[in-house]
């Protein structure tokens, strides 16, 4: 049931005036929230489980892996890790009028947060990020995806039974709810989707100066370089591509593979395909469904304007069952079709042959900067090459997806793919602020007094 938008204000209001009692400050009672949140990750899994397999009908081992299981992982990271996160750190000074000081920076929360999820990883999109906004000491408002409406509604009656109604709020809706939303002050907002939206977001934002992380998409590339080994290559790009049915943000969009190994990937792809998914993939309880009739539409249409002899694996659909097969199209050009000229975000995957690995770093480039970029190569040379020639949010070489699980390492895009990043540490920093704060004696003042008018050549040593 979707919030009214008349209470919105309302609902923001009664979260600030928690905020500045300073109840989520205490990091004792971070680590209640915290694990109170765990508890109902694991409390309710099959609960979980059912509502994402209602919006999504995929495999419960999928649900697993990257709804739950990452969200598990934060909470118990910033579990461990909350009493080193939230020391205040003293550091050196190096003016010598402050070297008698103490300088150190506070980690103190940003205040009231905003958060709004996508729904192609309804859970993992819209918790992930709370469990970060909880560590830091913030009070938090979420927004699930309407799209993926089981799941928001699920999260809407399970949250206020185990985190602190005070402190955290579910806000249901779609645009005008989120628009409403958008227009109330926020000290961060923290949102997930496409570019679009993005610019609205920071638009809003703008208004109050409200600092943003956007977490977008776009196409991520895959370079196949010629030493790589086909049928590894393929059989993990598949497996990428396949799953969540490509609706991943990090999913591989689009190969880039050298000319003369198309026809060996082309059959490694068949033959895998079969292999997980066997004669009819519809059959299959593995394979995932597109999410709408609306997103079904899109993807069928960049196969209907596509050269039948080119689809090399699959292209089967059926619109009732909002299902399209795992389908490889090629050969096909870089640029001048929608395939290659929007994110895909479905399991079509578009080949590129190309002459050289320099012929793909052209293309990479001349698009916009990806999420993520994979790599295939054992040749440290070929790799560093790409590397130091291309940008991206992430990199993996010889895998894909990967990157999303470590919260060793920062999540996000630049430029067009997005900006800031979460997932670990990453995720405590964006919703804290570093509050610098010098401490000095109220005596010495005779030294002080170096700084003060009437001002002399010697007194310009000293300051
Ligand atoms: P979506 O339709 O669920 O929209 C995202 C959120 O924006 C929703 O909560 C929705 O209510 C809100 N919204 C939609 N229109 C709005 C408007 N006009 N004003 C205010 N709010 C609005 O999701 P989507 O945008 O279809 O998501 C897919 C895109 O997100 C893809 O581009 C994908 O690559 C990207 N994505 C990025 C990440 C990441 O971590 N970088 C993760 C998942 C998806």
Redesign the pocket.
């Known amino acids: 049931m979707y919030t009214h938008t008349a209470g919105i204000p309302k609902i923001v209001n009664s979260l600030r005036e928690t905020f500045q009692t300073g109840l989520t400050k205490s990091t004792d009672y971070r680590r209640q929230q915290l694990k109170s949140f765990l508890r109902l990750m694991r409390e309710n899994q099959d609960e979980i489980i059912h509502a994402v397999e209602k919006d999504l009908h995929k495999h419960r081992v999928e649900i697993v892996s990257a709804e739950i299981a990452p969200v598990v992982n934060e909470i118990e990271y910033m579990l461990e890790n909350l009493d080193k996160f939230t020391k205040t750190k003293t550091v050196k000074a190096h003016y010598k009028m402050n070297a008698m000081d103490k300088c150190t920076i506070r980690k103190e929360p940003k205040g009231v947060v905003l958060i ?7 859970i993992n ?1 819209i918790l992930l990020p709370l469990v970060g906004a909880i560590a830091a000491g913030n009070c938090a408002i979420i ?6 409406g089981n799941t928001a509604e699920y999260i809407a009656s399970i949250v206020p039974k185990y985190l602190d109604p005070r402190s955290f709020a579910v806000v249901q ?3 005008e ?3 409403a ?2 227009t109330e002050q926020f000290d961060h907002i923290f ?7 993005g610019k ?2 920071m638009t ?1 934002a703008a208004k109050h100066l409200t600092p943003v992380t ?5 196409k991520s590339p895959v370079i196949i370089a010629p030493d790589a080994n086909i049928h590894t290559a393929a059989s993990r790009i598949m497996w990428a591509k396949l799953y969540n049915g490509g ?5 591989p969009d689009y190969v880039l593979i050298p000319k003369d190994k198309m026809d060996e990937f082309v059959s490694a792809c068949r033959k895998i395909v079969k292999q997980r998914y066997g004669d009819n993939p519809q059959d299959s309880d593995s394979y995932c469904r597109i999410i709408s009739q609306r ?1 079904f539409d899109t993807l069928q249409a960049y196969l209907d304007g596509m050269d039948p002899k080119k689809i090399v694996v699959g292209g089967e659909s059926d619109r009732n069952d909002l299902y399209i097969a795992p389908t490889v199209v090629g050969p096909v050009a870089s640029s001048g079709h929608p395939l290659l000229d929007q ?1 895909i ?1 479905g399991p079509i995957l578009p080949l590129v042959p190309v002459e050289d690995v320099e012929e793909s770093v052209r293309i990479v480039n001349s698009k916009d900067t990806p ?1 993520a970029l994979y790599i295939f190569t054992d040749d440290k040379s070929t790799r560093e090459k790409i590397l130091d020639s291309t940008q991206s ?1 992430s990199v993996v070489v010889n895998d894909l997806l990967l990157q ?1 699980q470590e919260h060793s390492m920062p ?3 630049v430029g067009p ?2 900006m800031g990043s979460y997932h670990g540490i990453k995720s405590f920093e964006t919703f804290t602020h570093e509050r610098s704060t010098m401490i000095k004696s109220s005596g010495l003042e005779n030294i002080m007094m170096a700084r003060y008018p009437p001002y002399s050549e010697s007194k310009s040593t000293l300051v």
């Not at 709004?116 to 309804?122: H, L």
């Not at 956007?214 to 776009?218: D, I, N, R």
């Open positions: 709004i999820g996508a729904w192609n990883y309804p999109l927004k699930p995806s309407e799209v993926a809706g779609a645009i709810e989120t628009t939303l958008l949102y997930t989707g496409n570019g679009a939206v609205i977001v809003a956007l977490e977008l998409g776009g609706q991943t943000c990090i999913a997103r994110e975000f999420l949010g999303a999540f996000g895009g793919s997005g």
